[in-house]
């Protein structure tokens, strides 16, 4: 799964080099990639949390692309929008971060949720 997660990275990287402002408040910004995500039918993102001062943020993403509708599965299998969220975040952060998926189609939900937190091991 690595290898998927690495070219969500990547695709993150870029989309959020070529595709958005990245210098903008933060607000400014997310509202941007959520538009952005929804209007490329991406996804629809929406931010649960996020903590400023820590970097850690939860967001959702319902109607994506490459996960919704699945049967369950028992798993996880967003390792793509893993990286592609990380990629984005740390594009826009100067950070290194990582996003885990916590929920999933795949795994009975009806959105998938991503933690995302800025990676201590990579500063």
Same mark, same amino acid.
């Given at each position: 799964?690595?290898?998927?997660?690495?070219?969500?990275?990547?695709?993150?990287?870029?989309?959020?080099?070529?595709?958005?402002?990245?210098?903008?408040?933060?607000?400014? !910004?997310?509202?941007?990639?959520?538009?952005?995500?929804?209007?490329?039918?991406?996804?629809?993102?929406?931010?649960?949390?996020?903590?400023?001062?820590?970097?850690?943020?939860?967001?959702?993403?319902?109607?994506?692309?490459?996960?919704?509708?699945?049967?369950?599965?028992?798993?996880?299998?967003?390792? &793509?929008?893993?990286?592609?969220?990380?990629?984005?975040?740390?594009?826009?952060?100067?950070?290194? &971060?990582?996003?885990?998926?916590?929920?999933?189609?795949?795994?009975?939900?009806?959105?998938?949720? !991503?933690?995302?937190?800025?990676?201590?091991?990579?500063?």
């Amino acid at each position: 799964m690595d290898i998927f997660r690495c070219a969500g990275r990547e695709a993150g990287e870029y989309f959020a080099r070529k595709m958005l402002n990245l210098d903008q408040p933060l607000d400014q !910004f997310v509202s941007e990639l959520q538009k952005k995500m929804q209007d490329l039918k991406i996804g629809v993102l929406r931010i649960e949390h996020i903590d400023e001062e820590s970097g850690k943020i939860i967001l959702t993403v319902a109607e994506d692309a490459d996960c919704s509708g699945l049967p369950v599965l028992g798993e996880t299998v967003c390792n &793509y929008d893993e990286g592609f969220i990380a990629g984005i975040l740390s594009t826009y952060s100067g950070k290194p &971060y990582t996003a885990i998926e916590m929920d999933c189609w795949a795994t009975g939900d009806r959105v998938c949720r !991503f933690h995302a937190d800025v990676d201590e091991d990579q500063k």
